[in-house]
């Protein structure tokens, strides 16, 4: 169930508005799941998802036909390592981007105190949840920015499920490290991201 109809309302305008110019709601719909989402068809030639902080970049034959796309904003989730809110992008199929779109995190208002910020996204199928930082360091100012990345996952210690397809991920600012020293307490560095300690390992 949907709540906040005065905010659906003023989403509606936004995404009769979104056909012409490209953009979809910036304030975001409430509902049971998260925070706040927007959701836009996207087409084979582009467009952005705005959503708070976050603006998704669909761009040009990113997407091979009119698909739903749907930004969702979370203040926080259960795996710590986060800076600021956590973002999840849900798509109709794991393979409905023929190439990673961009996504951008603004921090003016956020408190980002991170030497080393980046975008990271969570691992789903894990044994262990792990943040991982994109590893590209495009230069986005006033925000944190990087590449969406491929929601095909191989996980070779898996007998079981060794490939991992997903429809949905989660994307956030996180902090690239080297050590543990490098995180805040009560965190670890693993996959070169401060995160929550993993249970029987070193934590900071």
Known sequence: MEHGVSTRGFCAVAAFL????????GAGIQDGRGEVYATRIVDPSGGYIVLREA?????????????????RRYDSIEHSGAVGPVF????????????????????SSL????????????????????WVPDGTSP????SVCGPVQSQTFTHPGSAASPVVTTRVLLLAIVTQCATNVDCP????CNSNACQECPKGSPCN
């Open 111 to 130: 408190t980002v105190t991170s030497p080393n910020p980046v975008i990271g996204f969570l691992v789903p199928g894990a044994d262990n949840e792990q």
């Open 185 to 188: 307490s009560n965190q670890a």
């Open 139 to 142: 230069v986005c100012p006033s």
């Open 55 to 71: 603006t998704l970049d669909v761009k040009q034959d990113c997407v091979r036909g009119p698909v739903p796309i749907t930004l």
């Open 18 to 25: 979104a056909g012409a110019s490209g953009i979809a709601c």
């Open 88 to 107: 999840e992008i849900e798509v109709p199929t794991p393979d409905t981007f023929q190439q990673d779109p961009q996504i951008e995190i603004a921090t």
